[in-house]
């Protein structure tokens, strides 16, 4: 009982490092630091998939672990993105 549970989280997680990272080596100008990507991917990850789960992802083509992986990854992505662009702009004004 506690694996269903758990898995997901870890699976959204794991996807958003990956999606954080595919967006720090893309922006090499944002000013993030590795530890800054792997915790805006982590927590975006696991919102993005907590998102698209209760938006209906697990039914159809999404469902499942892959549902949760694409949600973290895309949820890693934007969120490292969000706060790439953040961390650039305060840098500039700085």
Known sequence: MMQSIILPIIVQAVA?????QAVGAAFK??????????LAGAVG?????ALLTS???????????LGHAV????GGGVL????????SATKKTS
């Open 16 to 20: 958003g490092i990956v999606g954080g």
């Open 29 to 38: 100008g944002a000013a993030m630091g590795q530890i800054t990507k792997i």
């Open 45 to 49: 990850g696991v919102g993005g998939g």
């Open 55 to 65: 938006l209906g992802g697990d039914t159809g083509a999404l469902s499942g672990l």
């Open 71 to 74: 949600g973290g990854v895309a």
């Open 80 to 87: 490292s993105g969000i706060v790439g662009a953040v961390l």
